[in-house]
């Protein structure tokens, strides 16, 4: 899976996860948090990876919080999702 809002690189076993909206103040919106998920998934999996640091792009915000600009567009279950 390519990442358009996260990085991740992993730097002789020290993985340095990256959220990368600072337009948004890295608020989490859908996308990411699929990302987020994905990225995490193949960590666990990747033994070379002993410790992952997790950061926010920017030097506003590490994150936000939900992206209310995106679940303002959602009913209220979609959005407790």
């Not at 990747?46 to 410790?51: A, I, W």
């Not at 950061?55 to 407790?80: H, L, Q, Y």
């Amino acid at each position: 899976m390519d990442y358009k809002n996260i990085k991740f690189v992993n730097e002789e076993g020290i993985g340095i996860l990256t959220i990368s909206r600072p337009k948004a103040l890295n608020a989490l919106n859908t996308e990411t948090v699929t990302e987020l998920n994905d990225c995490v998934g193949k960590i666990e999996n990747d033994e070379s990876v002993k410790v992952v640091i997790i950061t926010g792009d920017g030097a506003k915000s590490f994150v936000a919080g939900a992206d209310i600009v995106e679940m303002s567009t959602k009913n209220p279950v979609e959005g407790r999702k």
